[in-house]
C-alpha cells in the first residue's frame, strides 16, 4: 500500500535532518543557533502566524519554514519546539517555539501576564535545546517582547554546575532581528542575572557558603557600583554592641562567625529620599539546632538563607540598572547548629528592643535572627520596610510553590508589590495579620513572647509573620514568606531544577516602581 504523499514527505526531512545533524554535529559548537517565535493558530487549517522575526526568516527562505512547519506536525502548543537543521546559512540549527495566543495579556485569574509567562518558557525551551546540542552561540528573536525574552534566556540556561567537573556548554544569547529593543534586552538580562545570582548564592554548599563567604561575595559583586554603594561587613562585636541578643542566641551554636550585613545604594538624586530597607533571613544551614530537623531532604537547607540571597541579588540588580531610588539591605547572617553552647528548647533570649522571648523550638530560628534586623531598619526611617524569609514549613503546605505569602500592615505597600509580581510573573498572595495569631505567640509561660504559636502547626505561617509584627513599628511594611518558592521541580518552566532564586526579580521591579512614582 502507498503512503500518502504528506506522510512520504515528511519522512524525508526527517531523514534529511538526522543526515544533517550528524554531519554537523562534531563542529556544531562553533556554529550559531536561532530561536523563532510562533503564535498559536486557531485551526489547523488557519495559516501560520509567526513573529515578525519569523516572519522576516520565512521570506528571506521563499516560505520554506513554514511549509516545514505545516508538514512537520500538529500546531506548535506554548512552550513546545521543533528544531530544523540546514535551513539556514547562518543558522545551521534552528529552532521554533510555540507562544500561544498572539493577544493574550494579563489574566486576573492566574494574576501574572500570559503574554510574558508565554514568551519566558518559549525562549527557555529554544535555547536549552541549542544548548543541549552542544551550540554556543545563540540568537533570540525577541517575540515582541525583548525583556520577557531574555529573562527566558539567561534564566533558562542557567544551571549550577561550579563544582562539577564535567559542565554543560556556556551559551551566549544575543536578541536577532533589525528593529530590536536592546534597552529592553539589556534590561531582561540583568533581571535574569539578578536572579541567576540568588541561584548561585542558594545552591552553594553550607560549607562553601559560610556567612563571611556570603557576605564577601556581595560585596565583590557590588564593587563594579562603589560609586553609589557601600557595604559594610559587621563583625560579632558590632552585633553585640548593639545588643541583637536574638540573632547572637542562634550564631552560638556554630563555630562560624555571624555577619551583620549591611548594604546601602543611594541612587536616587535626592539624597535625602526615605530608602527603601530590604530585609533578609541568612542562615546558611539549618540543622534545626538542639530541636533537629529530620536527616532526609536536610541538604536543602544550605539554601535556607534565600532571605538574604534574593534581596541582596535585588540590589546588585538595582544597582546595575542605576535605578533612581535609595535602598538600604540588611542580612544577619549565621549557621543554626546543635552544639554545647546553642540554644536550648525553653531558654529566654532578649531582642534588641528588649522584648524576651521563650525559645520552645529552636527550628524557629529565623524569626529570631530577623526580630533584630527589624529593629535596626527602623534607624533609617525607611519608606517601606521588607523583610523576606524561607520562614516556615506552613507557608509551602499553604501555597505551594505557585506563589510567595505577603503579610503586611499597609494596603499601599501590598497594591505595589501585586502589581509588580503581574509583570514579573513571579507571583505573590496575601495573608492574615490577625489579632487572632497575634494572641498566640503571646501567649508564653517565661517571656513577653514565645518564638512557636500556643497551637504548634496551626497556622504555623501566619504565628510566625505576627511575631515578627512584634518588632515593627513602621507603618508600611511586608514579610514575604518564600519557603514555598525557595525550590523548582518542573513548576516554572523556564527554571530548571534546583533552588529557584525567587522573588528576585519582583523585588527588582518593585523598586524600578518606587523609583518611578518619585
Not at 35 to 55: C, M, Q
Not at 281 to 301: C, H, N, R
Amino acid at each position: 500500500m502507498l503512503m500518502p504523499f504528506k506522510s512520504v514527505l515528511l519522512s524525508a526531512i526527517r531523514k534529511h535532518n538526522r543526515r544533517l545533524f550528524s554531519r554537523s554535529n562534531a563542529t556544531s559548537s562553533a556554529k550559531k543557533g536561532l530561536v523563532l517565535g510562533v503564535y498559536e493558530t486557531k485551526s489547523d487549517s488557519d495559516r501560520i502566524h509567526f513573529t515578525e522575526s519569523a516572519a522576516a526568516i520565512d521570506r528571506s527562505l521563499a516560505g520554506k519554514l513554514s511549509e516545514l512547519l505545516s508538514l512537520s506536525g500538529p500546531p506548535l502548543k506554548t512552550g513546545k519546539s521543533r528544531i530544523f537543521y540546514g535551513l539556514h546559512q547562518d543558522f545551521p540549527s534552528v529552532v521554533v517555539v510555540g507562544l500561544g495566543k498572539s493577544d493574550a495579556g494579563v489574566c486576573g485569574r492566574e494574576n501574572w501576564d500570559n503574554r510574558k509567562e508565554s514568551v519566558r518558557a518559549a525562549v527557555s525551551a529554544g535555547c536549552r535545546q541549542l544548548q543541549d546540542l552542544q551550540v554556543a552561540e545563540v540568537e533570540v528573536d525577541p517575540c515582541g517582547d525583548g525583556q520577557s525574552a531574555a529573562e527566558g534566556a539567561v534564566l533558562g540556561l542557567f544551571e549550577y554546575d561550579d563544582l562539577k567537573t564535567k559542565k554543560k556548554i556556556r551559551v551566549t544569547t544575543q536578541p536577532h532581528g533589525s528593529s530590536v529593543d536592546s534597552a529592553s534586552w539589556q534590561k531582561g538580562v540583568l533581571y535574569g542575572e539578578g536572579q541567576n545570582l540568588a541561584r548561585r548564592l542558594m545552591e552553594a554548599p553550607a560549607n562553601y557558603m559560610t556567612p563571611t563567604v556570603f557576605a564577601d561575595t556581595i560585596e565583590q559583586k557590588l564593587s563594579p557600583f562603589a560609586d553609589r554603594v557601600t557595604v559594610h561587613k559587621r563583625p560579632q562585636s558590632w552585633i553585640e554592641s548593639e545588643q541583637m541578643g536574638a540573632f547572637l542566641s542562634v550564631s552560638k551554636g556554630s563555630e562560624e562567625p555571624p555577619v551583620f550585613l549591611e548594604l546601602h545604594y543611594k541612587g536616587a538624586l535626592d539624597s535625602s529620599q526615605p530608602p527603601l530597607v530590604l530585609v533578609g533571613k541568612g542562615i546558611t544551614f539549618d540543622s534545626g539546632g538542639i530541636s533537629l530537623k529530620p536527616s532526609s531532604g536536610m541538604d536543602a537547607m544550605r539554601a535556607d538563607m534565600g532571605g538574604a540571597a534574593t534581596v541582596c541579588s535585588a540590589i546588585v540588580t538595582a544597582a546595575a540598572l542605576k535605578l533612581p531610588v535609595n535602598i538600604i539591605g540588611l542580612a544577619p547572617l549565621c549557621e543554626n547548629m546543635p552544639s554545647g553552647k546553642a540554644n536550648k528548647p525553653g531558654d529566654v533570649v532578649r531582642a534588641k528592643n528588649g522584648k524576651t522571648i521563650q525559645v520552645d523550638n529552636t527550628d524557629a530560628e529565623g524569626r529570631l535572627i530577623l526580630a533584630d534586623a527589624l529593629c535596626y531598619a527602623h534607624n533609617f526611617s525607611p519608606r517601606a520596610i521588607i523583610n523576606a524569609a524561607t520562614l516556615t514549613g506552613a507557608m509551602d503546605v499553604a501555597l505551594g510553590s505557585a506563589a510567595t505569602g505577603v503579610f503586611t500592615n499597609s494596603d499601599w505597600l501590598w497594591e505595589r508589590l501585586h502589581k509588580a509580581s503581574i509583570v514579573t510573573g513571579d507571583r505573590v498572595w496575601r495573608m492574615p495579620l490577625f489579632q487572632h495569631y497575634t494572641k498566640q505567640i503571646k501567649d508564653s509561660a517565661l517571656a513577653d513572647l514565645n518564638n512557636v504559636g500556643k497551637y504548634s502547626r496551626s497556622g504555623g505561617a501566619c504565628t510566625a509573620a505576627a511575631f515578627l509584627k512584634e518588632f515593627v513599628t513602621a507603618d508600611c511594611w511586608a514579610h514575604l514568606d518564600i519557603a514555598g518558592v525557595m525550590t523548582n521541580k518542573d513548576e516554572v518552566p523556564y527554571l530548571r531544577k534546583g533552588m529557584s532564586g525567587r522573588p528576585t526579580r519582583t523585588l527588582v521591579e518593585l523598586a524600578a516602581l518606587l523609583a518611578s512614582e518619585h
